[in-house]
């Protein structure tokens, strides 16, 4: 009972963490001295649950990061919804290929996700006609994007991750990943 | 089949998952949209974050500068020192006030020649994704912020409210993507569209090969479409390219607010000119007068004595801000 709970409550807890983040980002990391580095922290909370969630849960959450993101943005509906789903496809079809098992693949796969984002980015604002004159500095920002990714991946992921362990969430999913359950 | 599909029923789910939004997206259209319960409800816990961090670094900022103008101090004498850091500090907060005095009183002078509804806001937080251009800004439909309104700073347009809450509203900044202004050169009067890179800077388009532009023109605000006042900065032209063939030149164009460092705008909505007053008001009288010859009992009918044709004074353009 408590255990089922605990895992409610960290689902909670994600989304809260995910408005801290969101909070941070837009005033924090917009700062004139911080702003080249274009950190998305919230992508890097996608690729952890994408890692380290089931399937239902994961989506679930991801939605709502998305929803989040779209709040604190003056992003049509929908779209940043997208690329952050597309993301976590991404690194399912990852998760079944390869084994990502240290901190630096997990690293590598943030940086990944990174690419993964940026490329649905383009393909879904192309095609709704929202890019206008956009890619240039998205393409501008591009190495800033992905270095600050793959800098910040770790502390960001032993945030999520010491969140999971006082919800009890990371022993299930270390559980599962022994025993090579179906996420 | 089945097996497949029963193999690949995840990627398949999360494959609808994607679609979802994007239908969503196809649905909506272009514009974000409006607040909903949920939205309401992760804006009130996120908003008094932004506030508070934006609070955080300011004092920690101003903090800080005391701190390292007394380095010196403290090395000569230490008692005197702590008392120079309290009176620095204070000083610093003084510094703060007056200078916060000194933006808003420009602000209410800037602002005095507009006519109708003003409303002072503070920016509290940007764009959380590095694709877009929002600003966020800590007045909403309470303080009388409505979307559609402009937005604009002392030193030049800003943008347009998209969407408003009831404390806070989201402005769509020059910046944007999806941005455009109807512009003029204020030198010669050339009329173009100023548009938003995405990035720091602007892109004024659809301006002849053979119209005369120049780095460091000004451009101002055209006052066509009614949302922004004739006349208002919007930014410098900082190079002109003209290619060997074609029918127009590609200018670019730095913001005449710096939007890194924006802290206080004017959300303004301005009365309809009274040229479009008139023209409404001629085009409602040329409907009444109508009305008495489309009657039903069919009789031609004498128009009435207020269908005659109101010739009103069309105002002087408002003066172009320097």
Partial sequence: ??????????????????????????????????????????????????????????????????????????????????????VFLAILFTKEMFLVATTFSSIILAVAGGIVWKIAFFVLAQRYGILGNSWRSSLEYMLPFLLSLGMFARPVFNLVRSLDQRTYVERESEARELTGEEF | ?????????????????????????????????????????????????????????????????????LLNTQSNNRGLALENRKLLNEIAAFEEVAKENARLKALVEFNA?????????????????????????????????????????????????????KEFSDVLSLLDSSSAIDALLQRNRVRGVVEGLGGNSLAMKYLRRTD??????????????????????????????????????????????????????????????????????DAKEKEAAKQPKQDSRGAKSAPSPKAEPKVKAAPAPAPAAQ
């Fill in chain 2, 212 to 281: 005369d532009v120049q780095e460091g023109d000004l451009i101002v605000s055209s006052g066509i479409g009614g949302l922004f006042p004739k006349g208002l900065t919007i930014g410098k032209v900082i190079a002109v390219k003209k290619k060997n063939f074609g029918i127009s030149q590609s200018v670019e164009v730095v913001p005449a607010a710096d939007f890194n460092r924006l802290e206080e705008v004017t959300v303004i909505d301005p009365p309809k000119m009274p040229l479009e007053i008139a023209t409404l008001d």
């Fill in chain 1, 1 to 86: 009972m408590i255990h089922e709970l605990y895992r409610v409550l960290n689902f909670f807890l994600v989304i809260v963490l995910c408005l801290l983040f969101s909070a941070l980002q837009s005033v924090a990391l917009k700062l004139a001295a911080l702003s080249w580095l274009e950190l998305d922290l919230l992508l890097l909370v996608v690729v952890y649950l994408s890692l380290h969630r089931g399937f239902l849960e994961g989506s679930l959450l991801i939605i709502m990061i998305g929803r989040v993101a779209e709040i604190h943005s003056g992003a049509p509906t929908g779209i940043l919804t997208a690329c952050y789903l597309a």
């Fill in chain 2, 1 to 69: 089949m089945w097996n497949i599909i029963k193999e690949y029923r995840h990627y398949l789910a999360t494959l609808v998952l994607v679609i979802v939004p994007v239908i969503a997206l196809n649905a909506g259209g272009k514009r974000p949209a409006d607040f909903h319960w949920f939205d309401r409800a992760a804006i009130a816990v996120s908003a008094p974050v932004q506030t508070s961090i934006r609070w955080v670094i300011e004092t920690s900022w101003d903090s800080l500068q005391s701190y390292l103008l």
């Fill in chain 2, 113 to 165: 020649p507009l006519e109708g509804k003003k409303v002072v806001a503070q920016v509290i937080a940007q764009d959380v994704s590095p694709e877009f251009r929002m600003i966020r800004i800590n007045k909403g439909t309470r303080n009388g912020v409505e979307a559609g309104m402009a937005v604009i700073s002392l030193e030049g347009v800003v943008g347009r409210v998209i969407r408003a809450g």
